[in-house]
């Protein structure tokens, strides 16, 4: 049983070495897009709980949670390192209670639009400063009576400003990051 088990640990880690190595150059964090360029991206993302945050930020126990999101995510380069980002998302989520009881919430989530600047360099080291608004497309109480307490939230409703400052290195010989 011992060595079905490490064969099996063995294969995993074989795997996920493969795919780390064997995976195309990326573009990520500080890797801003020049003019021109553009990275789209349209996910699909779901989230199991067997609790809920309700819309008053606190967590809510005995009701099951499923959360299901699509959202659209892109960058578009606006001048030699700086772009402009978007993520559009759409939420659909669900809270089932012991009694069979379900309350359905459906619209968009958070929006989060942002500018990102790099500086030139010509090492393999980027930089990377980006500021960020989160602009919620949904109204926090806009479920009310005495139900609404039951329904899933999409967020906390506030407007968000945050400065992102991140670097990185890419390895010029593996397609690593």
Do not use: C
Not at 104 to 126: E, H, I, M
């Amino acid at each position: 049983m011992k060595t079905i088990l490490r064969i099996r640990l063995l294969r995993g880690a074989l795997a996920a070495a493969l795919l780390v190595l064997g995976a195309p150059a990326a573009q990520a964090g500080p890797w801003t897009q020049n003019l021109g360029g553009f990275y789209v991206k349209l996910d699909q993302g779901f989230f199991l709980a067997d609790s809920y945050v309700d819309a008053s930020g606190r967590v809510i126990k005995g009701a099951d949670f499923l959360g299901s999101t699509t959202s659209l995510y892109g960058e578009v380069g606006l001048w030699n390192g700086l772009h402009l980002q978007a993520y559009v998302p759409y939420s659909v989520s669900k809270n089932t209670f012991g009694d069979g009881g379900s309350f359905l919430n459906a619209g968009g989530g958070d929006l989060l639009l942002a500018v990102q600047y790099s500086p030139t360099l010509t090492t393999a080291w980027r930089l990377a400063g980006r500021l960020e608004l989160k602009v919620p497309l949904y109204d926090v109480g806009g479920i009310d009576g005495p139900l609404a307490p039951q329904f899933p939230a999409f967020g906390d409703g506030q407007l968000d400003v945050t400065f992102w400052l991140s670097g990185g290195y890419g390895f010029q010989k593996i397609p690593l990051y």
